[in-house]
């Protein structure tokens, strides 16, 4: 098969492009990849047209994939470092001011690269600050983030040149506005749990007043017990849709998110699949199933309470108080 050309889009404080749809690299941590695995999976998604990789300090796969990218440009796959778009993630232990840039830095050695193309706070949850762990471990403390400061050292990161654009992983509306009201550079990005079963029109029609682009993770729903469970790839609505359509059930969420003008990312580490979910740009869903869609129930796969993000001795007590009732 050729490289498939992805579509992209152009970010707020930054005159690059994202690709609309990205391979996610969190199912090295709840896979239990092998780091060979996940640097062949990397490799070969750069053959097939993937250009936006994203990966986390939390899900331990820096290093394979900067091995992988590496390899990619000593093979040939791409000619320069500057054809990927690459992202990773603050986790809630360096998530105080003092510790963003040594964060940024370290990754940045894992991944063999200058700069990122992406950073974002992960959580808006800051915990005591040590080793990662995943979920977060219960005796440490789960303190209200100061975003101001937190946020002041992302610009400094960005103001560096060591990430071309900032921005964040699940906020609400509400911890957005909280995030603006100081900051000096708008986040470029918020990475959110977006699919058919949870849709996201208040946050998303809230960033796009405010110009912040939407990248969707789990589009095909959650599975294992960090990320949630299976209920969007079991939905009877959707297996329909994708009968009568000639398509797989995931290519049907893929594109539903596709055509919410919304960038998405896929973590699938086989590369049938890999190439499978390439295959949603030359065609699209009817009104009638759209409106199909838009009358299912709602319902979040990833909601923090897996990772120890709600706790009695925490800053956020209950799942209305971490999300701030946002669907």
Known sequence: MESVAIPSVRLSSWEGRMPCIGMGTAASLTEGSSDEITKRAVLEAIGLGYRHFDTASAYLSEKDMGEAISEALHVGLIESRNELFVSSKLWCTDAHRHLVLPALQKSLRNLQLDYLDLYLIHWPVSVKPGEYTVPVEKDDFLLPM?????????????????????????????????????AKVKPAVNQVEMNPLLRQKKLREFCEVKGIHICAYSPLGGKGTLWGDSQVMECQVLKEIAKNKGKTLAQVCLRWVYEQKVSLLVKSFNKERLKENLEIFDWELSEEELQKIEHLPQHRSVSGASLNLISENGHYKSLPELWDDDI
Do not use: P, R, Y
């Not at 975003?147 to 992302?154: D, I, L, P, R, T």
């Not at 400094?156 to 992983?169: D, N, P």
């Open 146 to 182: 100061d975003f101001g400061s937190v946020w002041e050292a992302m610009e400094e990161c960005h103001g560096l040149g060591l990430t071309k654009a900032i921005g964040v992983s699940n906020f609400s509306c509400e911890k957005l506005q909280l995030l603006l009201s100081t």
